[in-house]
């Protein structure tokens, strides 16, 4: 052989070399896929999704399921460039800067915490949105997180504190008690409903300029609901809050005769607030394909979702725009009966 040819062969041996060593080299990014599909209306390893004990159930069929999404990849556990290259090509699979899931500031375990809180808390708005829709009445306190230093809150409100009202109006949520203080000046004091170690109390506060109007210094902790029955959701390892308009569908299926589903197999996805406003989530086209592998027909889209579901819906899904449970409900009903149209998301 020639010193010419014996020079390529190596250098075509060295790039192969290179080549294959530098595919299999982590790179920071994080592969999104279609992840486990679970019906509320079932179980999960032996154990109804949703139990209800102190309160009339009724037997249901079809099928309510949440859809999620796995991932691959992450600090500690990166991907290497040929998997990454290979999600780039497959139209089911994300892949997504490593930031995006787990930012710097953050660690892989206050990450899992975090999305174990959402799905607790997701869990109790759900509970509170299906009872408030079917009329149930529910408690619901705002508890007093922390109050800042050198504001008119500090020695005024305490932490644990639960708000009840402000200047006699209830509130249920950190947005209503947000928006009492700011229908003052500053200056002006306000007048909080308060429970304190079991006792009502009323304490006025007074209120100083903040940066986005009158505030009094406080930070507001989750709602706490208080309900007249109990309400169990298993989901497993599933986090996060995106289930929550499925869980609230589930139980109001669940505390309701006859089957709302009619038998249909509808899928879904969205946050929910105790009033029922369904939220927008992440990961939507993937969902959309797990829901259409897991058999389902119809997919409950946030409508804030639409734009993003409309252009990769995989084929045989139907997808039903939805802003509140209400129009969830209202949607289920009339596909159920056959009768009227339902909201979809429109092509751009």
């Known amino acids: 052989m020639s010193r010419r040819g014996l020079t390529l062969m190596v250098a ?15 790179v920071p990014y ?6 486990p599909t679970e019906n509320t209306l079932g179980d999960v390893k032996g154990k109804p999704v949703i139990s209800i004990k102190g309160h009339q159930t009724y037997p249901t069929t079809g099928k309510l399921s949440l859809v999620t999404v796995a991932y691959r990849g992450g600090p500690g556990a990166r991907i290497d460039l040929l998997t990454a290259l290979r999600g780039w090509m497959d139209p089911t699979v994300a892949v997504v800067p490593e930031e995006t899931i787990f ?3 953050v660690s892989v375990k206050e990450v899992d915490q975090q999305n174990i809180q959402e799905m607790t808390s997701s869990q109790q708005d759900a509970t509170a949105a299906a009872m408030n829709e079917l009329k149930i009445p529910v408690k619901v306190v705002v508890p007093v997180g922390s109050t800042q230093k050198g504001k008119p809150a500090e020695g005024k409100l305490r932490a644990g504190d639960a708000i009840t009202d402000v200047d006699g109006a209830p509130v249920q949520s950190i947005e209503e008690v947000a928006a009492g203080v700011r229908r003052h000046k500053p200056g002006e004091q306000v007048r909080f409903g308060v429970i304190r170690d079991g006792k009502q109390l009323t304490v006025d506060v007074g209120t100083v300029a903040g940066k986005d109007g009158t505030i009094v210094g406080v930070m507001m902790a989750n709602p706490k609901f208080t309900f007249p029955f109990t309400v169990d959701v298993n989901v497993g390892d599933v986090g996060g809050p995106s289930a929550g308009l499925m869980f609230s569908l589930g139980i109001y299926d669940k505390l309701t005769p006859g089957a709302l589903t009619g038998g249909m197999s509808i899928a879904g996805t969205g946050t929910i607030t105790a009033d029922g406003k369904v939220g927008p989530i992440g990961g939507i086209q993937q969902k959309m394909v797990g829901a259409r592998d897991a058999g389902a027909t119809i997919f409950l889209t946030p409508a804030d979702n639409c734009d993003e579901a409309v252009q990769a ?4 899904l139907r997808l039903v725009k939805v802003s509140t449970m209400h129009e969830a409900v209202q949607a289920i009903d009339k596909l159920r009966a056959g009768s009227g149209q339902v909201a979809g998301c429109p092509a751009r």
């Open 12 to 26: 075509g041996v060295l790039t192969l070399a290179l080549g294959g060593a530098g595919a299999l080299l982590p």
């Open 30 to 35: 994080v592969a999104l896929s279609p992840g």
């Open 103 to 105: 930012p710097k500031s």
């Open 313 to 316: 819906v995989p084929k045989g």
